[in-house]
Each structure stands twice: as structure tokens, then as C-alpha cells.
T-cell receptor
């Protein structure tokens, strides 16, 4: 059974550009969450999608956006990149059923470097 | 606002030692608590999940406990091995917040041969 797949694994972008990251959850999982990990702030929640609808949103500026497709694959987009957006972006999916007793499964992440 | 704290930030032990990692949270109204392992530059691997109604969970050499009333969880690693070297993260979820997890800063563990 394939795990959570994130593409690309590494990205280098210039300030002001925009970037799109992709996440394919485990087959059958409909919930996809995105996190930003930096040395200073640790892991911070960006947003969660469930059945193509944003269910939760963290405290990030509007430059960060996402969407989910009918096959549960999700993309996140960052516009007008800043140096501070350099981070490891992680995607997680949850299996169907009660969130009380289902664990989150994470992908390997996309390392974004903004120069 | 929920805050999750992990102490210590870093820990170095000789191989074979038993060790305890700590996690505390300020809001006891959690849904569950999860412990993860992260190797450098990699994603997170789920180790254990404890539901809010449970007191502990065990998997192999790992045992996680939860005291919701005091806002604490511990991860006990028995007979540590160099392969256990990684960063260990705890995270909590809340009712009516879907799959959102709030993470601690992690404990970086180094097990010396």
C-alpha cells in the first residue's frame, strides 16, 4: 500500500515567484492536512481539506492557499514568495472513521528554498 | 490557546539505557495525543496514538502514557539503540477541529554506541 506521496521533494525558487506543491494521500483517505516546519517555529498547521472543502485553517497569510480534488489529491500554493517561506512542507492524511482513534500519516515533505 | 511543550529539547544517552521523553499541554480538552519520530530531513513516522480516554499504549520497546487531567504525556523507550536516534515529537488534536494537530518543538535524541 503506497504511503503519502509529496512532489516535488526539493524546490528552489526566487523571491516574488509562486510555487505549487502536490500531495497524494493514501488510497481511501479523504482528509489531507498541510504543515510548515522551520527550525525557529517548529511544525505549524496550515490548513486541512476534507471532501474537497477546507475544514480548518491555521494562522498564515492569504499568500498560502490550497485545494483538494475529487480524487483527494491536494495542492498548496504560495504566491509572492518571501525568504521566510523557506521550510519543509509536510502533508498528512487521515483514514476514514473517527478521528479519535485514527492516526495521521505523513509524507516525506517538500523542501522549499527561497533565494 | 493550546500550547505543547517538550522537555528536554535534546538528550544524549549511551546504548542500552531506558529513557523517558516528556510532553505537556495546556488545554486538557484533547481528542487524542500522538507521538511521532522524525529522522533528519524526512517526514514524520507515527509511533503511538493515545485516545483521550486511554491511559497508555505500548508498541514493542515503546510505551506512551497519558494523564489528561495534569496535561502530561511521557514516551518511555526501553533498552535504547543507536537506531533510535531521531527527533521525537508529540502532537494533540481537539474536538471539532478535524485532523488539525498541534505539535511540540520535539526532543532530539542521540543514542551513542
Amino acid at each position: 500500500k503506497a504511503g503519502v506521496t509529496q512532489t516535488p521533494r526539493y524546490l528552489i525558487k526566487t523571491r516574488g515567484q509562486q510555487v505549487t506543491l502536490s500531495c497524494s494521500p493514501i488510497s481511501g483517505h479523504r482528509s489531507v492536512s498541510w504543515y510548515q516546519q522551520t527550525p525557529g517555529q517548529g511544525l505549524q498547521f496550515l490548513f486541512e481539506y476534507f471532501s474537497e472543502t477546507q475544514r480548518n485553517k491555521g494562522n498564515f497569510p492569504g499568500r498560502f492557499s490550497g485545494r483538494q480534488f475529487s480524487n483527494s489529491r491536494s495542492e498548496m500554493n504560495v504566491s509572492t514568495l518571501e525568504l521566510g517561506d523557506s521550510a519543509l512542507y509536510l502533508c498528512a492524511s487521515n483514514p476514514p472513521g473517527s478521528l479519535k482513534n485514527t492516526e495521521a500519516f505523513f509524507g516525506q515533505g517538500t523542501r522549499l528554498t527561497v533565494v | 490557546k493550546q500550547e505543547v511543550t517538550q522537555i528536554p529539547a535534546a538528550l544524549s544517552v549511551p546504548e542500552g539505557e531506558n529513557l523517558v521523553l516528556n510532553c505537556s499541554f495546556t488545554d486538557s480538552a484533547i481528542y487524542n495525543l500522538q507521538w511521532f519520530r522524525q529522522d533528519p530531513g524526512k517526514g514524520l513516522t507515527s509511533l503511538l496514538l493515545i485516545q483521550s480516554s486511554q491511559r497508555e499504549q505500548t508498541s514493542g520497546r515503546l510505551n506512551a502514557s497519558l494523564d489528561k487531567s495534569s496535561g502530561r504525556s511521557t514516551l518511555y523507550i526501553a533498552a535504547s539503540q543507536p537506531g533510535d536516534s531521531a527527533t521525537y515529537l508529540c502532537a494533540v488534536s481537539h474536538y471539532n477541529q478535524g485532523g488539525k494537530l498541534i505539535f511540540g518543538q520535539g526532543t532530539e535524541l542521540s543514542v551513542k554506541p
